[in-house]
């Protein structure tokens, strides 16, 4: 085979290989900006190689100038697509076009004019677009861990080669050689173009499928830190519910004390009336439903003290806040009035409704009242606002209390896990209500009120009522 049709077979191979890479691959990876530059870059620098198999019948301007511009062309298209693989900033297709024109017109300037030989522009510009795609493979392979970009690597080390020695025999023998490559290294170079064509787009596509098998090892790690991070936050929020319980168990003794001692009382009376008698059957059933309405009261105090300390699943649903906000007031109740709190609360007059899981939005009350009663205990007014409301399509609970108010580092860090400001505290409260909160697709905001005080506003998305009229 002679040189002219070495070089021809070997721009279809440049042509072809690309074509096939992107029959092979599915329609997102076409899509895709790397995947596009290679291809055409391919394409371009087969065009130029074929114009080189032309050198018998074209005119020199066509064999040399233009055929290396294109393959320089072809170069800094893949040198694009590399870039982007790197996640490295776009080059504009105007300022590829205008490298690749000045290549042109400067070697076509050399071979025209005789004022300097054009091998001694054509060759280093050849030269210097091996090495940066050298550079850029060798930065995909230590960056990706790639060993396919080690084979591209190979692939444009040849023919850089190959054309640093065509630039050593010029500067030896200082003389022009008839065809755009001296005839003892024709062969040479169109085998190793051939060698670049193929090894170059098989590693090409190793890139992809080592990319595609990351990404999806990336996926598989992520799902699998999200179910951890899920179940430690899960353990945190149980965790958090007994240190608030913990801080409520005077109050919900004293609570339970109550039915206690009406049950304790009901007894004795009816113990006593059956001794002595005198009690007549209205007055002894009355005592039995005492005794009844206190126990039930007592059971619901430690049902609603379990279903706190329960790690169960959420249960989604439709859930009213006015009825929630009433619940929380209720539970804390004691505690608020041995902390002799002034709790004002404004209601909406309707129904609000959202969808989540009562029991941690409950808890998310829970936490923010328990820390607007702790921030009210150096403050000389003892009163915190509770608002709920509705705007938008949204219903958003605001709780404001009269004491220091946030530091700038609670403002820029209070919700980040385990932070806290409090001397022995676990920094867990703002951490879990944010979580439960974008669990519910709300939002979190935390400000300082600037009559002082501070803010705390949780807003969620708004649900309709199962039953729109209310009932």
Not at 52 to 75: F, H, K, Q
Not at 101 to 119: K, Y
Not at 289 to 295: F, K, M, T
Request: hydrophobic share 50%.
């Amino acid at each position: 085979m002679d040189t002219p049709t070495l070089f021809l077979v070997t721009s279809i191979m440049l042509i072809i290989l690309p074509i096939a890479l992107w029959g092979a691959v599915g329609p997102k990876k076409r899509l895709r900006a790397h995947f596009q530059y290679w291809c055409w870059g391919g394409v371009v620098l087969g065009l130029g190689t074929g114009l080189v198999g032309l050198r018998n019948v074209a005119p020199a301007p066509v064999t040399i100038s233009l055929a290396n511009t294109l393959v320089c062309y072809g170069l800094l298209i893949r040198w694009q697509s590399l870039r982007e693989i790197l996640n490295q900033p776009r080059i504009s297709w105007l300022t590829l076009l205008g490298l690749a024109s000045a290549s042109f017109l400067a070697v076509e300037w050399a071979r025209s004019t005789d004022v300097i030989a054009w091998p001694l522009i054509a060759y280093p510009i050849l030269l210097v677009m091996d090495v940066i795609a050298i550079w850029s493979s060798a930065r995909i392979a230590r960056t990706h861990r790639s060993v396919a970009a080690r084979w591209m690597i190979l692939g444009y080390l040849f023919p850089g080669v190959v054309v640093l020695i065509q630039l050593g025999i010029f500067l030896t023998d200082q003389a022009l050689p008839s065809a755009p490559y001296p005839a003892l290294l024709a062969p040479v170079i169109g085998l190793t173009m051939v060698f670049l064509a193929v090894i170059s787009n098989f590693a090409f596509l190793g890139i992809l499928m080592e990319r595609s098998a990351n990404l999806e090892a990336k996926n598989i790690k992520r799902a699998e830190r999200e179910a951890v991070l899920r179940e430690f936050a899960a353990r945190l929020s149980r965790l958090d519910r007994l240190r608030s319980l913990g801080a409520l168990t005077g109050a919900l003794a004293h609570e339970l004390t109550q039915p206690l001692t009406a049950i304790l009382s009901n007894a004795e009376l009816a113990e006593a009336s059956l001794k002595k008698g005198g009690f007549s059957t209205e007055q002894h059933a009355e005592l039995v439903q005492g005794i009844l309405g206190s126990a039930r009261r007592g059971r619901a105090i430690v049902q609603r003290i379990r279903q706190r300390l329960q790690p169960v699943d959420p249960v989604l649903g439709q859930v009213e806040l006015t009825w929630i906000t009433a619940d929380v007031i209720d539970l804390m109740a004691p505690v608020i009035q041995a902390h002799q709190v002034e709790l004002v609360q404004r209601m909406p007059d309707t129904r609000l409704f959202v969808s989540g899981d009562s029991i941690e939005l409950s808890q998310v009350l829970v936490i923010v009242l328990t820390n607007a009663i702790e921030a009210c205990q150096t403050a000389a007014s003892r009163r915190i606002e509770i608002t709920l409301q509705a705007n938008g399509g949204r219903a958003s609970w605001s709780v404001r209390d009269q004491g220091r108010g946030f530091s700038n580092d609670v403002l820029t860090s209070g919700s980040e896990a385990l932070f806290t400001t409090k001397p022995g505290g676990l920094g867990l409260g703002l951490d879990i209500v944010t979580t439960i909160v974008r669990q519910h697709h709300g939002a979190l905001t935390l400000a300082n009120a600037s009559e002082g005080g501070a803010i705390v506003v949780i807003d969620l998305p708004q649900a309709l009522p199962a039953n729109p009229s209310g009932a």
